[in-house]
């Protein structure tokens, strides 16, 4: 049976989502020819071939789409393990709730008021995490709740509840050419630039201006003129001095969901979920 070490499969899923040796490198902290190395060591070891290369490009093979699939499931696994086992010896249980910043339109304020009315209630911990990892966070043990965006967040391998849905908006500096229309469609932002955000891999989202990795650091690069925005409302409205935002006609819904992972059947989970729930009616 051909083995591979978990360290083995972080530096092969680190290339594979970057699908850029020095990124990946980076990314691991570690040389690229190191890296470089490792990776053909693993391909040797298997007998495949994981990576197309070239000067230019790096594209992984059809085996290579598949050990990135399953060794993610794998690396979660291995991580939910340690963690769920050193949370059953935890003398003080307590919940991690992980967001984004900002990324709360508003309810937590209220969900974690209700929660602390329950008699079992325990600590919350609130994590911040980057743009593209809540659900890594969830599947691999590191937060037990966690409030996400879909469509844009992935929640496969995860239960949810809706907990607010709103539209999306187009922020823009204020001297913009669309800037004073009451709102704009998709088609009316084709040409314009727009962000790549952190941590979400090459070819994963729809921007290719300057990478940025909150939302802070988008409208600063929106005031400046260097890209445009589209975000839920609630993450960006009232908008900052010298920008507008406009509704996006014809963009899809954005969804705030509480999410947990679909495998976590903990009291300690079961109860936060229907506190956010009676939060939401008196709301």
């Avoid at 598949?66 to 249980?93: F, I, K, M, T, Y």
């Avoid at 900002?102 to 209700?114: H, Q």
Wanted: glycine share 8%.
């Amino acid at each position: 049976m051909v083995e591979l070490e978990t360290r083995e499969l972080e530096y092969f899923i680190a290339v594979a989502d970057e699908l850029h040796f020095g990124r990946a490198a980076t990314r691991l902290s570690i040389a690229q020819p190191a890296l470089s190395k490792a990776i053909q060591r693993i391909e040797t070891r298997l007998g495949v071939t994981l990576f197309v290369r070239s000067s230019r490009h790096v594209e992984l093979t059809p085996a290579g789409a598949a050990l990135q699939e399953h060794g993610r499931h794998a690396l979660n696994a291995v991580s939910a393990a340690v963690r769920n086992a050193r949370r059953a010896g935890d003398l003080d249980p307590h919940l991690r709730l992980v967001l984004k910043p900002g990324g709360d339109a508003g309810l937590l304020s209220g969900i974690l008021a209700e929660y602390s009315q329950q008699p079992a209630a325990q600590r919350v911990d609130i994590l911040f995490s980057g743009p593209a990892d809540r659900t890594d966070f969830l599947l691999d043990g590191r937060a037990d709740v966690g409030l996400l965006y879909a469509p844009f967040d992935n929640l496969d391998g995860l239960a949810y509840e809706t907990l607010h849905t709103e539209d999306r908006v187009a922020i823009l500096p204020a001297s913009h050419r669309l800037a004073a229309q009451p709102g704009v469609r998709m088609s009316d932002l084709t040409g314009e630039t727009l962000p790549r955000w952190k941590g979400i891999p090459a070819g994963g989202g729809e921007g290719t201006g300057p990478e940025v990795a909150d939302v802070v650091q988008l409208l600063h690069m929106i005031a400046v003129g260097r890209m445009i925005g589209v975000l839920p409302r609630s993450l960006v409205d009232p908008a900052p001095p010298g920008l507008v935002c406009l509704p996006v006609i014809d963009a899809p819904p954005s969804h705030l969901v509480l999410a947990w992972n679909e495998q976590d059947d903990r009291p300690l989970v079961a109860s936060f979920v229907a506190a956010a729930r009676r939060a939401l009616r008196t709301a």
